[in-house]
């Protein structure tokens, strides 16, 4: 939709979308959802993080691409009639098969909201093949709308996009002209309206909630973002704003500070994040929002006296130069958590997200949530505050730990199975005693038992127990794990080691909910919750004929994957200082401070065993470490690094990491060549020339 402009507003007309069209990316793009911004041909205009990530491909190899080619064969006769459909609406939700470099076919839930700018239409995918139905429905915000107009230096609406009239119910013809106070319900709003326009032309941006108000007269919950336009003389030109709906979260947030009556209540921006833009380390421009966040004053500001280096402490500073690198890469981080360091010298935890704005005059804009508040009511007892998790020494912040942390959430309230898949080291059993812990089984028995340390002819009588005088050495009636779990969880870690001939006798079990003893007649009838853990591919044990099939569908009713440590460093400072502290407070020491060398060595090791490899390893350093700060043995991880290429030949090495990476993919070719970064084609030479065969894998 392309509106008409007051010839007053040259500036605006011409510069305008341009800006807003950077600020709705920064506001948008940077939780990492796929998200693609398409013009009337739809052809790719601008893609998110997550959008290169689902595709394959980095962000510029997309944009001025169409849908089209990435569409299943069978699916492209049908975009174009979609495509006119929804230009026609202005909204459109559906499932496509896409498929990305890697040529692998994928199920994609979207939803397309038209016109979002001039001839810009957003366009917001879901993966569906990646995930469970139950977790679908778990993800928020995906769906949001998204007003975006502008006002001039006085506040009066000089453009009204097609999202802005979903949103307000007004049409462009009805919002141009009108001042912005037309959105707000009562004069207070009005006045503070006016307060946050100078203040956002002084600051340059400003955020903030409130009561907005549509045409038809009823209200809804707005979060704002307002960025001032100026010229290149300085000029105050106009605004640009973005507004979402929040009204579903602020109705919650109401709920949860209801039911905290007994808590000072939240402030009315307690969500708001501070916004801040500048260089890497300069910080030219920033919100009133951050620098009481941060406990300096705006002459400290102007004085040029905030740099991001001094801000952050040491052991950030390598999770801040991953966070520049994929901002560089793909045009926004994924939102972490770090500290900053106050004037005062106290910390704040705050949750941190940067997208570039290239053509702006400056180049970084990051939001910067406080998360005080957030941690001080965890902190709460739970008789006080209702607690929504229970995830323990579950430690992790990053957007696949968090996708974990959803699953175990959807699924601990029912009784179905869970799988939980994964390398080793990478905390199954922790996501088990999670899902039991969130159950409605909690005050029952959580019985574990590990069947690869069992030898294979006790793993039967452990399971089952067995009847005195069932064999030789069978003085008394033994109870096995099933029946000690009855009404509880039953925790069966390495299931893949079942030997082949005890399987049947597992699945009859889960299947009938009722079993017999060793040596015994009677049957037992049992209400057992499985969680069952693996390290090992099913798949291919079932191809070996070493896994019964209908034992692999009956225990993957609900799969979670475990994530090794490599696929989200960014948890990794958390995890150190955790476990540092952990393990400084058993050894009754104080140690606060990880110095900069350790955690940049920390975040660049791979991990192969993962989490549980890192815990011993700062479990070692607090041992070696004296004083205040973690003094960890960083050579060994380099001489470990020495020790695994020693000896190795060049095609030696290469053949074992193809060899790693293909089991990690289960074998699939266009998987195994995607991560490796190079053509199915070339992988495929390369495993003829290194004689690997399916029967390596």
């Not at 912040?397 to 309230?413: I, Y």
Request: with cysteine.
């Amino acid at each position: 939709m392309i509106v008409s402009q007051p010839p007053t507003t040259g500036w605006l007309v011409e510069h305008g979308p341009q800006e807003l069209e950077l600020l709705l990316r920064a506001v948008v793009f940077q939780p990492c959802a796929p998200i693609l911004l398409a013009d009337n041909d739809r052809r790719y205009r601008d893609a998110s993080v997550g959008a290169s990530k689902l595709l394959g491909l980095p962000r510029d190899k997309i944009i001025g691409r169409s849908l089209d080619d990435f569409a299943e064969p069978k699916f492209k006769p049908v975009i174009p009639e979609r495509w006119s459909a929804f230009l026609k609406d202005g909204e459109q939700e559906g499932t496509l098969q896409l498929a990305g470099a890697d040529g692998i076919p994928r199920d994609v839930e979207y939803i397309a909201k038209g016109n979002v700018l001039p001839v810009r239409h957003l366009l917001v995918l879901r993966d569906k093949t990646a995930r469970a139905p139950s977790e679908l429905a778990s993800v928020p915000g995906w769906v949001q709308d998204y007003a975006l107009f502008l006002l001039d230096a006085d506040g009066m609406v000089v453009a009204w996009y097609a999202g802005a009239e979903r949103i307000y119910g007004y049409t462009s013809d009805e919002a141009i002209g009108q001042h912005v106070s037309l959105l707000y319900p009562d004069e207070k709003a009005r006045v503070r309206l006016q307060e946050k326009l100078k203040r956002a032309a002084v600051e340059g941006h400003i955020g903030g909630e409130g009561w907005h108000l549509k045409k038809d007269g009823t209200r809804f919950w707005a979060s704002v973002i307002t960025m001032a336009l100026k010229d290149e003389s300085g000029d105050l030109q106009g605004f640009a704003r973005v507004v979402r709906d929040f009204s579903d979260r602020h109705e919650r947030d109401e709920k949860l500070r209801r039911s905290r009556a007994v808590l000072r209540p939240l402030p009315a921006e307690s969500t708001i994040a501070g916004v801040v833009s500048g260089e890497f380390d300069r910080i030219p421009e920033a919100n009133d929002a951050f620098l009481e966040m941060v406990g300096y004053s705006r002459e400290d500001l102007q004085a040029g006296r905030l740099h991001w280096p001094e801000l952050t402490p040491p052991e950030y500073r390598a999770l801040d130069e991953v966070a520049h690198e994929e901002g560089l890469q793909f045009g926004a981080c994924t939102p972490f958590e770090k500290e900053l360091i106050r004037k005062d010298g106290a910390r704040v935890p705050v949750l941190v997200a940067t997208a570039v704005l290239k053509l702006s005059p400056f180049r970084w804009i990051t939001f910067v949530q406080d998360l005080r508040e957030r941690d001080r009511l965890e902190n709460i007892d739970d008789e006080v505050v209702e607690v929504q998790h229970n995830f323990e020494e579950i430690v992790g912040t990053s957007s696949v730990m968090k996708r974990v942390m959803a699953q175990v959430e959807v699924v601990a309230p029912t009784d179905a199975t869970v799988l939980v898949l994964g390398e080793t080291g990478t905390g199954k059993e922790l996501i088990a005693r999670a899902i039991h812990r969130m159950s409605p089984r909690r005050n029952l028995p959580f019985i574990s038992l590990n069947c690869a340390a069992i030898p294979t002819g006790l793993l039967e009588s452990e399971l089952f127990g067995y009847e005195r005088g069932a064999f030789t050495g069978a003085l008394s009636q033994k109870i096995g794990r099933f029946e000690m779990a009855h009404r509880g969880t039953l925790f069966l870690d390495e299931v893949g080691d079942i030997p082949l001939d005890l399987q049947p006798k597992l699945l009859r079990a889960l299947q009938e909910k009722a079993f017999e003893r060793l040596g015994g007649t009677r049957t037992i009838p049992i209400d057992v919750r499985l969680v069952a853990a693996t390290n090992r591919n099913l798949i291919q044990m079932m191809g070996d004929k070493l896994f019964r099939s209908d034992l692999y569908y009956r225990l993957k009713v609900f799969p979670i994957t475990t994530p090794p440590l490599r696929d989200h460093p960014e948890d990794i400072p958390i995890l150190a200082r955790h476990f540092t502290k952990k393990y400084a407070a058993k050894m009754a020491r104080t140690i606060d401070k990880i110095p900069t060398e350790t955690m940049r060595a920390l975040v660049s090791w791979p991990w192969p065993g993962n989490v549980r490899e890192l815990e011993n390893f700062v479990e070692r350093s607090v041992i070696l470490s004296k004083g205040p700060s973690l003094r960890a043995p960083l050579t060994e991880l380099r001489d470990g690094d020495l020790e695994t290429i020693s000896g190795s030949t060049l095609e030696e090495v290469e053949r074992d990491h193809i060899l790693r990476v293909l089991r990690e993919t289960h074998g699939v070719i266009s998987a195994a060549a995607s991560r490796l970064g190079m053509p199915r084609t070339t992988l495929n030479a390369m495993m003829k020339k290194l004689g690997i065969s399916r029967g390596d894998l």
